[in-house]
């Protein structure tokens, strides 16, 4: 927000919290939300009040639509807990010179503290004063001075661009939902750029690497065509032996088809049976290699095919639910299909133990309507599954009070019928397997903390709702008919 819509927004601000009680703080990624009980609100006294300090918008406004606070807040959020909560709004105000925002709070017109919000430069920073003492609580921001315990001081004035208020025009009435709905769009918008932009650097990763395997592997057949020319030369160098004297460097012969005069190169340094030998070895290990480097060939095709589909569908994708859509079926080609590194000639790489597969830690299963669910195998593959193969947002499940797998769906927003056959999965694959029914744990990734020093697998969950599951051997049926390990 530029100074003239700060300015706007502050004065609106001081009016309407005037008298106001801190009743709520939480916290998100770069931002401050504070929840207000206020003579002036709409609905039940509430007022709620978000402070984003992210680099690309820096931002104060009043919303109607408060966000759910994380299961663990920061240290920040419960140092503002302790000396505000219950504490009285005495004054919103902005700096007459820059986009410093001052919150001042305390009891009956006595300010007591004062949150900081310094909207400059690329950088914001946040601080948590006393008043009397300007002696600096708490902080959030990269600024290398001005550390707590240190009395606060006011940075450089930077420049501002006073004339720019997009809301200056609006009516008192819609002020506020003017603003949330142009940084709802603002937002919206930039989620949709930076997803689509994440979406498409990891795919075309995967693109580049198969491409350059595939490339490898063209190389490699190639070289085994000409395994009909060595046994060709093999075959003319042992009909004519008699004729070849060691030390020659190279043997012009006929071709027993043609008559044309072959020349083939010799190894000086070898027999004449030992030039044969080698070239029939050559041929040999090319005739058992060709039948691996063709399947690998095809396999990476049929791979540039896949990922070439994900990327249309990313690039066209004009929405942030459409690029959702596009996220689970990439998670899955990037787990299932660890790329090997275009190195060497793919002629070792498909003759040294290719068939030696890199495990993993989860079965994969498919719902009905062909969202991924991945099951994990054990107690150390379920920490390894839902640490390393989740996104935040991806639905995780487990039955409750029981041992056994921890089970991931590939996507944030899961249809009821994909959520029970994921339920059921968590069921069957845990020691409620053979009961008649279960309750269900039900979370996101992103709410799932690793317990130091705990037992192997266990994990701490929050956000949890939970379902209950009864047996169900006709969509266990389906599920394993989907089943790949």
Same mark, same amino acid.
């Given at each position: 927000?530029?100074?003239?819509?700060?300015?706007?927004?502050? #004065?609106?601000?001081?009016?309407?919290?005037?008298?106001?009680?801190?009743?709520?703080?939480?916290? /998100?990624? %770069? =931002?401050?939300?504070?929840?207000?009980?206020?003579?002036?609100?709409?609905?039940?006294?509430?007022?709620?009040?978000?402070?984003?300090?992210?680099?690309?918008?820096?931002?104060?406004?009043?919303?109607?639509?408060?966000?759910?606070?994380?299961?663990?807040?920061?240290?920040?959020?419960?140092?503002?807990?302790?000396?505000?909560?219950?504490?009285?709004?005495?004054?919103?105000?902005?700096?007459?010179?820059?986009?410093?925002?001052?919150?001042?709070?305390?009891?009956?017109?006595?300010?007591?503290?004062?949150?900081?919000?310094?909207?400059?430069?690329?950088?914001?920073? $946040?601080?948590?004063?006393?008043?009397?003492?300007?002696?600096?609580?708490?902080? @959030?921001? +990269?600024?290398?001075?001005?550390?707590? %315990?240190?009395?606060?001081?006011?940075?450089?004035?930077?420049?501002?661009?006073?004339?720019?208020?997009?809301?200056?025009?609006?009516?008192?009435?819609?002020?506020?939902?003017?603003?949330?709905?142009?940084?709802?769009?603002?937002?919206?918008?930039?989620?949709?750029?930076?997803?689509? #932009?994440?979406?498409?650097?990891?795919?075309?990763?995967?693109?580049? =690497?198969?491409?350059?395997?595939?490339?490898?592997?063209? /190389?490699?057949?190639?070289?085994?065509?000409?395994?009909?020319?060595? =046994?060709?030369?093999?075959?003319?160098?042992?009909?004519?032996?008699?004729?070849?004297?060691?030390?020659? +460097?190279?043997?012009?012969?006929?071709?027993?088809?043609?008559?044309?005069?072959?020349?083939?190169?010799?190894?000086?340094?070898?027999?004449?049976?030992?030039?044969?030998?080698?070239?029939?070895?050559?041929?040999?290990?090319?005739?058992?290699?060709?039948?691996?480097?063709?399947?690998?060939?095809?396999?990476?095709?049929? +791979?540039?095919?896949? $990922?070439?589909?994900?990327? *249309?569908?990313?690039?066209?994708?004009?929405?942030?639910?459409?690029?959702?859509?596009?996220?689970?079926?990439?998670?899955?080609?990037?787990?299932?299909?660890?790329?090997?590194?275009?190195?060497?000639?793919?002629?070792?790489?498909?003759?040294?133990?290719?068939?030696?597969?890199?495990?993993?830690?989860?079965?994969?299963?498919?719902?009905?309507?062909?969202?991924?669910?991945?099951?994990?195998?054990?107690?150390?593959?379920? @920490?390894?599954?839902?640490?390393?193969?989740?996104?935040?947002? *991806?639905?995780?499940?487990?039955?409750?009070?029981?041992? /056994?797998?921890?089970?991931?769906? +590939?996507?944030?927003?899961?249809?009821?019928?994909?959520?029970?056959?994921?339920?059921?999965?968590?069921?069957?694959?845990?020691?409620?397997?053979?009961?008649?029914?279960?309750?269900?744990? $039900?979370?996101?990734?992103?709410?799932?903390?690793?317990?130091?020093? /705990?037992?192997?697998?266990?994990?701490?969950?929050?956000?949890?709702?939970?379902?209950?599951?009864?047996?169900?051997?006709?969509? $266990?049926?389906?599920? %394993?008919?989907?089943?790949?390990?």
């Amino acid at each position: 927000m530029h100074y003239a819509e700060l300015e706007q927004m502050t #004065t609106q601000l001081n009016f309407d919290l005037s008298g106001a009680r801190v009743e709520q703080i939480s916290d /998100g990624s %770069n =931002r401050i939300q504070f929840g207000f009980k206020a003579l002036n609100a709409k609905e039940k006294g509430r007022f709620f009040v978000v402070v984003d300090f992210r680099a690309t918008h820096l931002d104060i406004y009043a919303t109607e639509h408060p966000r759910k606070a994380p299961a663990v807040p920061q240290a920040f959020t419960m140092l503002l807990r302790k000396y505000l909560l219950n504490e009285t709004v005495c004054a919103v105000r902005i700096a007459h010179d820059d986009r410093i925002v001052f919150f001042e709070f305390g009891h009956a017109d006595a300010v007591r503290h004062v949150l900081i919000a310094e909207l400059t430069g690329r950088n914001p920073n $946040i601080f948590f004063i006393d008043h009397e003492t300007q002696r600096i609580l708490g902080r @959030i921001g +990269k600024s290398p001075d001005r550390n707590v %315990n240190e009395t606060y001081t006011r940075p450089a004035n930077a420049e501002t661009m006073r004339s720019i208020n997009r809301f200056a025009d609006a009516a008192r009435g819609d002020y506020y939902t003017a603003v949330e709905a142009m940084i709802d769009e603002r937002n919206a918008r930039e989620s949709f750029e930076t997803s689509k #932009t994440d979406a498409l650097r990891r795919a075309k990763k995967h693109f580049a =690497r198969l491409t350059k395997l595939h490339a490898s592997l063209c /190389g490699d057949l190639a070289k085994v065509k000409t395994a009909q020319n060595r =046994r060709r030369e093999a075959d003319l160098l042992n009909a004519y032996a008699w004729q070849i004297k060691k030390g020659d +460097k190279s043997a012009s012969l006929p071709d027993f088809e043609t008559g044309d005069i072959v020349q083939i190169a010799l190894d000086p340094s070898m027999s004449v049976r030992e030039n044969i030998e080698k070239r029939y070895a050559q041929a040999k290990r090319m005739d058992k290699a060709e039948p691996l480097i063709r399947a690998r060939f095809e396999e990476t095709q049929s +791979k540039l095919d896949e $990922i070439s589909k994900i990327v *249309d569908r990313i690039e066209s994708a004009t929405t942030v639910e459409e690029i959702d859509y596009a996220l689970p079926a990439l998670d899955m080609f990037c787990i299932q299909n660890d790329v090997p590194k275009a190195g060497g000639t793919a002629t070792a790489t498909a003759t040294k133990s290719h068939a030696k597969a890199q495990h993993k830690p989860f079965k994969t299963f498919y719902a009905a309507d062909g969202t991924p669910i991945l099951v994990g195998k054990s107690a150390k593959d379920n @920490i390894e599954l839902t640490f390393r193969y989740t996104r935040g947002n *991806d639905t995780w499940l487990h039955a409750c009070g029981a041992t /056994g797998s921890h089970v991931v769906v +590939k996507s944030p927003n899961p249809t009821p019928e994909t959520i029970l056959d994921a339920a059921l999965l968590a069921m069957h694959y845990s020691s409620f397997a053979r009961s008649t029914g279960a309750e269900i744990q $039900i979370t996101q990734a992103k709410y799932l903390k690793k317990i130091k020093s /705990g037992p192997i697998g266990k994990v701490e969950v929050h956000n949890e709702r939970t379902i209950y599951i009864r047996q169900d051997e006709a969509r $266990i049926a389906r599920l %394993n008919k989907t089943l790949q390990t």
